[in-house]
């Protein structure tokens, strides 16, 4: 009996929340879309943001895995002295593999990646012009700069090789999609936060002599706050699934797109970490809304 | 079921509005609280539905000391008590039914009992038929009783009135001290403040009168001024 009892008063008080949330809401139409639309910018902005940031690291990691600096030996070298620079090699920290190619190898190398052309290099086996060299692959890409300068200076080294500049540009890029990308969201999740508020301070106002009522009669501040943060919470997370909706759809149709075009770039399209990003949206829409209605609340309580 | 003792009231802008009172009304009580706009019967009132502490003093309701109760306690205390304010304070937006379920609502209650005794209080007060009504729709007196219906839904202990007759002509204000009567011979305790000059001294009940924030005179069966 008194369990029923329980139950039907929660959901007399639930259903109440929630009439008096949309109510409120639709009172404020405009700021409410407002609202609504500062969420979504600001959400869709963090979302793109994250997703170049990901493809870009995704990138780099394929890099790092492929970067790799070639150090041709000056001619002349005898087998032991080969020997005793690659057992040196191997020693040095930030090195990840060491393989010795000899000149003839690079030649082979060089017809095959010529394909149908290789009758240009006809003759040069009498006199084959390639140095003996070291493909030299490091632990991480920022590190290459450093350690190719470092192995520039071995002796036996006529050259170095790598993809100068590349790597460089390339780790700059993504430090800067990272601050330029945290800025926004910072400055746009501050102007979602106080047009929320704002937003709510007006349903407030509008209702301030409802809640002395409410008050006098011997409400709870939860039960005259909860109305509230339920209608910044539909506020902020209506903002987030309109966003989230955008970036999946926009994100998918890009990947197919240059999957066609460019079949050789390839986006970060594993199923989980999709959820991750969208999931994130949406949680972080919820408690914008919340917390932006929570700062508007407080001073209204004191009755 | 109130007492105070030695209770002051200083407003920050340094407006004494109570001086030193101290006073007791029982439970089934019927009291008066006269005296001149200013004199501390709106303090009074407000220290006892913790609207605002005391300065100095102690202030009890039912046996409880209003002035240490923690904040999520007031609410606990304001729903044994009725208010019903000279200005209404109905929402416009709301139907007569809704105006009362909502103090029913506010304090947790299930739909069903909502409707099993909101129309129950509303014969009560004669509004039967105005259910669906807006109170807007409603003469100042039918309001009135609305507001008294809203006041006595949650079965309090006590009704506090705060110039309830302070806008309505001499028949309407009889017709509502009836119901306060009616009221009050159920066993709520009933303090009313007011100006009804005719009222007080008709109907000889216990009389508060206060002055520059004190209690000047307190006597059963009152009138209301002893001049004349």
């Known amino acids: 009996m008194r369990k029923a009892g329980f139950t039907a008063m929660n959901l007399s008080t639930l259903s109440y929340y929630w009439r008096e949330a949309f109510s409120s809401m639709f009172r404020n139409a405009w700021l409410s879309l407002a609202s609504v639309g500062t969420v979504t910018i600001s959400l869709l902005i963090l979302g793109i943001s994250l997703l ?3 493809n870009a690291q995704a990138f780099t990691r394929s890099l790092e895995s492929g970067v790799e600096i070639r150090l041709f030996l000056d001619s002349g070298l005898s087998r032991v002295d080969v020997r005793d620079m690659e057992r040196e090699l191997k020693k040095t920290p930030g090195i990840a593999t060491v393989e010795f190619i000899s000149r003839e190898e690079a030649l082979e190398e060089m ?21 003996d060299a070291f493909r030299v692959k490091a632990e991480k890409a920022d590190n290459v700069p450093a350690l190719a300068a470092e192995l520039e200076e071995m002796k036996g080294v006529d050259q170095i090789n790598y993809g100068r500049g590349m790597v460089e540009k390339l780790l700059a890029v993504i430090k800067w999609v990272r601050l330029a990308g945290g800025g926004l969201i910072i400055v746009l999740g501050v102007a979602a936060l106080l047009l929320i508020s704002t937003t709510i301070r007006l349903s407030l106002f509008a209702r301030r002599k409802e809640i002395g009522i409410m008050k006098y009669l011997g409400a709870t501040n939860w039960f005259v706050r909860f109305p509230f943060l339920l209608e910044g919470m539909i506020l902020g997370f209506t903002g987030a699934v309109i966003a ?36 994130g949206l949406l949680g972080l829409g919820v408690v914008v809304g919340i917390l932006g209605s929570a700062f508007s609340i407080r001073k209204f309580l004191k009755v | 079921m109130i007492q105070f003792y030695n209770v002051s009231k200083i407003y920050p802008n340094g407006v004494k509005a109570l001086n030193d009172v101290t006073v007791q009304i029982r439970k089934g009580e019927f009291v008066f609280l006269v005296g001149p706009s200013g004199a501390g019967k709106s303090s009074l009132i407000k220290i006892i539905f ?6 100095r003093g102690q202030a009890l309701f039912n046996s409880k000391n209003i002035t240490r109760l923690k904040g999520r306690e007031v609410p606990l ?3 044994k008590i009725g208010m019903v304010f000279q200005d209404f304070r109905l929402l416009p937006q709301k139907t007569v039914f ?16 909502i409707r099993d005794r909101v ?5 009560q007060v004669g509004l039967k038929d105005k259910a669906g009504v807006m109170p807007s729709q409603l003469s100042g007196g039918e309001q009135q009783r609305v507001c008294i219906a809203r006041a006595i839904v949650n079965n309090p202990v006590l009704i506090i009135a705060d110039e309830p007759t302070g806008n309505l002509d001499p028949d309407t204000s009889w017709e509502l001290m009836n119901l306060f009567n009616e009221i009050n011979s159920k066993g709520t305790t009933i303090l009313m403040a007011t100006h009804a000059r005719d009222i007080v001294n008709t109907m000889k009940k ?3 009168s206060m002055t520059g924030g004190r209690i000047t005179r307190d006597e059963e069966s009152g009138v209301y001024s002893n001049e004349s």
């Open chain 2, 119 to 123: 129309p129950l209080v509303l014969s």
């Open chain 1, 111 to 131: 017809k095959k990646n010529l394909g149908d052309r290789q009758d240009i290099l006809e003759g040069l086996e009498e006199e084959n012009p390639l140095p």
């Open chain 1, 52 to 54: 170049l940031v990901m």
């Open chain 2, 50 to 55: 913790r609207e605002e502490m005391p300065s």
């Open chain 2, 206 to 208: 216990r009389v508060l």
């Open chain 2, 77 to 79: 205390l304001r729903r």
């Open chain 1, 244 to 279: 989230s909706a955008m970036i999946y759809l926009g994100y998918i149709s890009l990947v197919n797109r240059l999957d066609e075009v460019l079949p050789f770039v390839t986006l970060v399209t594993d199923r989980d970490t999709l959820l991750v990003v969208i999931g």
């Open chain 2, 98 to 113: 809704e105006n009362v379920a909502f103090a029913m609502q506010v304090t947790g209650s299930s739909g069903r009992a």
